[in-house]
């Protein structure tokens, strides 16, 4: 299993190409249901094999979903994942400083 630090590096990592953090926008902006793939590949105007790629990308940093209905694939923000990653970058923030600087 992996630390939380590596965990969390693996999701940073995910998100640190525009597109992906384009995508993630997407999603999450999408709520709860998601957005079907065809949606998303229109938004971020590329062929179907690069964007798959970056999906999985995603899906296996843990940071969006995905689910079939059919023929049709959906992608949805894991907003508890996400939660705990921005918790995990705030955690610490007023501890070491103590001057209240960022929070």
Request: charged content about 20%; glycine content about 10%; overall charge neutral.
């Amino acid at each position: 299993m992996a630390s939380k630090v590596e965990h969390h590096a693996e999701q940073l990592g995910a998100l640190g190409h525009p597109v992906r953090l384009a995508i993630l926008r997407f999603v999450v902006q999408a709520g709860t249901e998601g957005a079907p793939a065809g949606a998303i590949q229109a938004h971020v105007d590329l062929p179907a094999s690069t964007l798959s790629h970056h999906l999985k990308r995603l899906v296996d940093a843990g940071v969006v979903q995905s689910r079939g209905e059919g023929t049709f694939h959906y992608y949805s923000a894991d907003y508890e994942a996400l939660r705990k990653l921005t918790s995990y970058l705030w955690e610490d923030c007023c501890k070491n400083g103590g001057k209240g600087t960022c929070c």
